[in-house]
C-alpha cells in the first residue's frame, strides 16, 4: 500500500506561481512513476505530467514550457513548479502513483495498481 498527500495548493493572480508536493508513504520501493493530474468543474480527469523513476518526463501540451515535475529520492514524493498560471489552470490537482508488485502465482506475473492523492484546490484568478 501507498499513501499520497498533496500540499501546496492555493489561490495566485494569473501570472503568478505555485509549488505542489506529494509526500510518499508506505511501500514506495514498489513505484515506478509518479504523476500529477488536474480535474476542473464539469470536466474529466487528464494527466498534467508525469515522472519515471529513471528520470524520464512526460507533459501535456498545455503545460509544457510552464510546469516542471520532479520526483524525490527513493520515490518519496513528487514535486510540480507551476510558473505562468493562468486562469484555465483552475482545478483540484491530483498525486498519483503507480506501482508494479510480483505476483508469484503460479505462474509468476506483474500486477499493476494505481494509487491516488486526496486532491487539491489551485484557483488562478484574472
Known amino acids: 500500500q501507498v499513501q499520497l498527500v498533496e500540499s501546496g495548493g492555493g489561490l495566485v493572480q494569473a501570472g503568478g506561481a505555485l509549488r505542489l508536493s506529494c509526500a510518499a508513504s508506505?511501500?514506495?520501493?514498489?513505484?515506478?512513476?509518479m504523476a500529477w493530474y488536474r480535474q476542473a468543474p464539469g470536466k474529466q480527469r487528464e494527466l498534467v505530467a508525469a515522472?519515471?523513476?529513471?528520470?524520464?518526463?512526460n507533459y501535456a501540451d498545455f503545460v509544457k514550457g510552464r510546469f516542471t515535475v520532479s520526483i524525490g529520492e527513493a520515490n518519496a514524493g513528487v514535486f510540480l513548479q507551476m510558473n505562468t498560471l493562468q486562469p484555465e489552470d483552475t482545478a483540484v490537482y491530483y498525486c498519483?502513483?503507480?506501482?508494479?508488485?510480483?505476483?508469484?502465482?503460479?505462474?509468476?506475473?506483474?500486477?499493476?495498481?494505481?494509487?491516488w492523492g486526496q486532491g487539491i484546490q489551485v484557483t488562478v484568478s484574472s
Open positions: 508506505g511501500s514506495t520501493s514498489s513505484i515506478h512513476t
Open positions: 515522472v519515471a523513476d529513471t528520470g524520464n518526463t
Open positions: 498519483n502513483a503507480k506501482a508494479a508488485y510480483v505476483d508469484y502465482g503460479p505462474p509468476p506475473s506483474m500486477r499493476y495498481v494505481d494509487y
